[in-house]
């Protein structure tokens, strides 16, 4: 999720819902070690739940690392093991090292170290690398790791191609096997599973956690917010009523977004608004409601404008419902 779950989107989901563990885009170690920390580690309280994932592959980056993302209040370090882009693996790290799983022990256990048991170490991969499917290599996989203390496996339930497909097409086209992943938590009763891929509804959410210990939705929660709504109640044990997203709630969500961008300070408030064109999916107007948000004509207004830019967008959606 490189360039989309930034501080802002973070911002905008956590009005949807409070107990849903958020990430961070993948970060590598080479940008907090040489680049500014601040502005990639920085974060709102309010988006607590916050997992910090890394992308590295030296165990000494990765300590230092996870000892700033611990300085800097993180719930959770992550570990990306599962990325197939090209420059992810030019840099040594991503998918390509779950043909390193000693490597990755190695690094766990240095970031477990420099903890120091502040917030758990977890590791987020693939099912396999190219065609082959051996379920024995994640299984073996993930024994290596765990025996460097992991305990926690986000596990995408497609393999990742190396060679021949872009980062987009390895999302869609290596066939999702969520058996693999039911699986491995039946082969580690003892780990928590975590499931992620193909996640479209929350029908297959509900499905899966059976199978295992969590499910981890991306782009589908990114274009469709609104998934999310009844998440707390529905998956994670509050005690609140029933969220419907209707207008009333959607219009709330978005007052509240619109606050927070006329509030930014010295970040255009266009960067925090692209976040949140999918608020209003399916309803009547939303088209025309985000094309007003995305009219690269109103970038130039300044901050004090977007409660005004708000009232125009809703006016249109309205107008051609």
Known sequence: MMDWTDRH?????????????????????????????????????????????????????LAHCAQLAVQWGYDEVNLNCGCPSPRVQRGAFGACLMNEAALVGDGVRAMREAVDGAVPVTVKHRIGLGQQEDPGFVRDFIGTVAEAGCTVFIVHARNAWLEGLSPKDNREIPPLRYEVVHQLKRQFPALTIVLNGGIADNALVGEQLAHVDGVMVGRQAYHDPCLMADWDRRFLGAEVPVVEADEAWRARIEDQMVAYMAGLPGV?????????LGLWNGQPGARRWRQVWSDHRHKALPAAAVQALAREARLAMQASA
Request: charged share 25%.
């Open 9 to 61: 989107c973070r911002f905008f989901h956590r009005l949807i819902t409070r107990r849903t563990r958020l990430y961070t885009e993948m970060v590598t170690t080479g940008a907090l070690l040489h680049g500014d920390v601040a502005r990639h580690l920085d974060f709102d309280a309010a988006e607590h739940p916050l997992a910090l994932q890394l992308g590295g592959s030296e165990p000494e980056d």
């Open 268 to 276: 255009p408030w266009h960067h925090a608004a692209r976040h949140m």
